[in-house]
């Protein structure tokens, strides 16, 4: 069974990869539809401002956690394609980590921790326990706020020249898959911190709906040349 998700996502590489870049125009346009002067968008901004306040603190100890973060993000995608992680390892220095696993692994694995907000996912999840017994209120989106500027933070300074997990998966389809899939994860982000789950469905109708106008407006171009 692992070895037929390997195959399955790796078939999916590159058509994934065009998806993405399609869409960098829709998700784009996907930003208007959300109200950034709403309690819930303001309080969201409030807790990543929080971060970067924290992050200029929090010195050589903000590296490991970056580190911790990346080597759990490869480990949660392995575990989710039905893969063994054997070890998590993180160098004492903070210099880099470490994560093995049983099997050959897929490009997914590889590529997760440049666009997945792990602790951003598990913080939503925590939110969602914690309204089912309690009322909702603005702290919650301040939490998610400083997980989301963690995410930002951790994404732009992983992503370099020197990153031995980009030329895995190649340049060019780090070029056409990045851009799109951390707009979409930023958008998801924003649309839970609106309306919860159910936003994030409604958001995802939103990018489909733009990006079929997208796609007849491209048609009706193109044969508008012919």
Known sequence: ??????????????????????????????????????????????????????????????????IIAHECTHAFFAILTLHKVTHIKIAEDDSGGDMSFKGKGNWLIVIAPYFFPLFCFCAMIGISIYTTFAPTNLILNGILGYFTGYHI???????????????????????????????????????????????IIVYQKLINYLNARNWDTMIQYISSWL
């Open 153 to 199: 933070d951790t994404v732009v300074s992983q992503i370099h020249d020197k990153q031995t997990d980009l030329p895995k998966v190649s340049y060019k389809f780090c070029l056409m898959f990045l851009p799109g899939a951390n707009m979409w994860m930023l958008g998801s982000i924003l649309a839970y911190n609106s309306r919860g789950w159910e936003g």
């Open 1 to 66: 069974m692992r070895i037929f998700i390997d195959r399955l996502i790796e078939l999916f590489k590159w058509p994934v990869a065009l998806y993405m870049l399609f869409s960098i125009p829709a998700y784009y346009k996907s930003f208007y539809a959300f109200n950034f002067m709403s309690l819930k968008c303001l309080a969201l901004a409030v807790g990543i401002v929080i971060f970067y306040i924290s992050r200029g603190m929090a010195g050589a100890s903000r590296m490991g956690m970056q």
